[in-house]
């Protein structure tokens, strides 16, 4: 029966989500974690980072299978349709932000074996606007909240402008200080996870636009488009 299928589909939205919430609030925990243990030189932290990544696979694995049972088994509606697209794109998303929270604990592994560089620019800053991004991209999508994801993209830009402060100062280090070369290397390379972690959040808010307004607006395509107002969302 019609009205079977669509129970069901909707159940399985329903799990989706959850699993999805899930997997963002482990996802954030982690970058969290690894923040902190830069920060804080704690080994203890970047353990727990590097167990939790696992949690993470699994769920992204979990949430894939569901969305392509969903796809299998309904005849999902477009706005559907465009759910179950933008979960799996999320889920890829959040496992790579997992795994730039990784290379971050790790990067913090090799910095405690050096003396600390200090102070550390702006990373800390990075790490703050960065988890931000990553919070708000997941709330957009939970609240089909487009205009939260625009401002998610929006932000993009400062992060950006971190990164290329912080690359800036770490090549003067290298060049001014002796025995910075192997701290600022490993430093370059947390700026550039939590780079990575911004633009993995841009994604994500990208894809809540296109799912909750049907707008493309990758590569600045459509970014002045005025959502229509109405429409069912499940």
């Known amino acids: 029966m019609p009205g079977e299928h669509h129970r069901n589909l909707h159940d399985q939205i329903s799990v989706i989500r959850i699993r ?35 949690r993470v696979d699994r769920l992204e694995v979990e949430i894939d299978d569901e969305c392509h049972s969903a796809l299998a088994r309904n005849q999902p509606t477009a706005i559907d349709m465009r759910f179950l697209v933008a ?38 800053e990075m790490a703050r606007r960065a988890q931000q991004m990553v919070h708000d991209a997941l709330d957009s999508f939970m609240e089909r909240d487009a205009a939260l994801a625009r401002e998610v993209c929006a932000r993009d830009d400062e992060i950006d402008r971190l990164y290329h402060g912080v690359f800036a100062e770490m090549v003067d280090r290298m060049g001014s200080e002796a025995g910075a070369v192997r701290p600022a290397v490993h430093l370059l390379l947390v700026a550039r996870n939590l780079e990575r972690i911004a633009d993995h959040a841009t994604n994500i808010a990208e894809d809540v636009v296109y799912y909750v307004e049907a707008v493309d607006i990758r590569h600045g395509g459509a970014h002045a488009v005025v959502p229509s107002p109405g429409g069912r969302t499940p």
């Open 20 to 54: 999805l919430l899930e997997m963002g609030a482990q996802v954030e925990t982690m970058l969290a974690t690894a923040a902190r243990a830069l920060v804080e030189r704690d080994e203890t932290l970047i353990d727990e980072v590097i167990t939790q990544d696992n």
């Open 87 to 124: 979960a799996m794109k999320i889920t890829a998303d959040l496992e790579r932000i997992a795994d730039s929270a990784v290379n971050i604990a790790q990067a913090a592994h090799q910095l405690n074996a050096e003396a600390p560089l200090l102070p550390y620019v702006d990373l800390p």
